[in-house]
């Protein structure tokens, strides 16, 4: 695919929706944190439902530490993996407390070092909460960018290094909320919607499916 058509893409993409945004509910980079850790292999929607009644009751570092592994199994017990995902925020809620004055850093290192959470989460974070274009490639933005060929590679990393490499700056920060979201409700897995995409003609897909 050459830079042209790449540039048409994201100017599409950014037309339709100029100002995208994650979909999982938080007011602070600490509620996001917590939120994104809890996404992995579960819902916006499911992670949602249970932030809605967490939150109010506990948002910051001190207070879900207080709340301890079990009472914070009780908002969590909808979410997949929730027994490992307690015991992975407990710890990252000690780690804020202890190392970084309660706040969420700001680079993807010391992000990385706080329990559960891995490069995609970290890169979510940056994004998201504190404005920084990096982007974090999930199953949505992996499948869109190897079908359309924006940027294909064999595993999560090489696609990630090929969008920063190929996205022009200008597009950078939004790219990750686009090409989620375009994973998500229109080149989605089973049967992509091509005759509803905005950039069918100038995605490289060979199989493309029309109603």
Same mark, same amino acid.
Do not use: M, Q, W
């Given at each position: 695919m050459n830079k042209q058509k790449?540039?048409?893409?994201?100017?599409?993409?950014?037309?339709?929706?100029?100002?995208?945004?994650?979909?999982?509910?938080?007011?602070?980079?600490?509620?996001?944190?917590v939120a994104v850790t809890l996404s992995a292999q579960a819902t916006d929607k499911g992670?949602? &439902?249970?932030?809605?009644?967490?939150?109010?009751?506990?948002?910051?570092?001190?207070?879900?530490? !207080?709340?301890? $592994?079990?009472g914070l199994k009780k908002y969590i017990k909808t979410i997949g993996l929730y027994n490992s995902k307690a015991a992975n925020v407990i710890k990252t809620c000690k780690m804020l407390i202890d190392k970084h004055n309660s706040q969420v850093p700001q680079n993807r290192e010391a992000l990385e070092a706080l329990?559960?959470?891995?490069?995609?989460?970290?890169?979510?974070?940056?994004?998201? !909460?504190?404005?920084?274009?990096?982007? !974090?490639? +999930?199953?949505?933005?992996?499948?869109?960018?190897?079908?359309?060929?924006? !940027?294909?590679?064999?595993?999560?990393l090489e696609v990630e290094?090929?969008? $920063?490499?190929?996205?022009? +700056?200008?597009?950078?920060? +939004?790219a990750h909320h686009w090409l989620i979201l375009h994973g998500r409700y229109i080149c989605v897995a089973r049967k992509p919607k091509c005759d509803a995409c905005?950039?069918?003609?100038?995605?490289?897909?060979? +199989? &493309?499916?029309y109603n």
């Open positions: 790449r540039i048409e893409i994201f100017t599409r993409l950014r037309a339709e929706n100029p100002t995208p945004t994650t979909e999982l509910n938080y007011k602070t980079p600490f509620e996001l944190l992670v949602n &439902k249970a932030t809605a009644k967490l939150f109010p009751v506990a948002n910051t570092p001190e207070k879900i530490l !207080a709340l301890g $592994e079990t329990p559960g959470v891995g490069r995609k989460t970290a890169n979510v974070v940056l994004n998201t !909460a504190f404005g920084h274009p990096t982007i !974090a490639v +999930d199953t949505h933005i992996f499948r869109v960018s190897n079908r359309t060929k924006v !940027a294909p590679g064999k595993n999560v290094k090929k969008l $920063e490499k190929f996205i022009p +700056d200008e597009f950078k920060l +939004d905005i950039i069918e003609d100038l995605c490289e897909y060979k +199989d &493309k499916v």
